[in-house]
């Protein structure tokens, strides 16, 4: 926390700012209603977009927040966003094959399971697998516009 000074956060928030201009990710706060607490984070990487519009959901909830429906709220809302002002169709979520919680949080955010990837992540020191959930927005209207 040493690192956290007011420099620090300022040159945070214009990387931020950055890679959404560029449409390389959108990081977004998630925060308490009843006292704005801010209780984690969720974040979007373009991965392609042109004929794709392609993107990956990422998303922690401080721990102490956990199971209080926090994480399915915020998501929920994430994806619409995702699909409504990013123009995304399709978001993914990569999940560490041991996290029961986000699997479950994905699939109550409206995710399916798609697939295992093997040896998809450099994590802990090697190469790990990760579930892939997805969603496809094209059931809704404005997904058929390409953009």
Not at 11 to 34: C, H, M, S, W
Not at 46 to 57: N, S, V, Y
Not at 91 to 113: P, Q
Not at 118 to 129: H, N, P, S
Request: proline share 1%; net charge negative; hydrophobic share 40%.
């Amino acid at each position: 926390m040493s690192e956290c000074t007011e420099e620090w956060f300022r040159q945070l928030i214009e990387k931020q700012r950055e890679l959404a201009t560029n449409d390389i990710a959108y990081i977004f706060g998630v925060f308490r209603k009843p006292d704005n607490k801010h209780i984690g984070m969720i974040d979007f990487s373009t991965l392609e977009r042109m004929d794709f519009q392609w993107g990956r959901i990422g998303y922690t909830i401080h721990n102490q927040h956990w199971r209080m429906g926090y994480g399915k709220e915020a998501v929920k809302a994430a994806l619409t966003i995702a699909h409504k002002d990013l123009k995304f169709h399709r978001i993914e979520a990569h999940i560490n094959v041991d996290n029961t919680a986000s699997m479950k949080l994905a699939e109550s955010a409206g995710m399916k399971f798609e697939c295992k990837r093997e040896g998809f992540i450099f994590e802990f020191g090697e190469w790990t697998d990760n579930l892939i959930y997805f969603i496809n927005f094209n059931d809704m209207p404005s997904s058929s516009n390409g953009n």
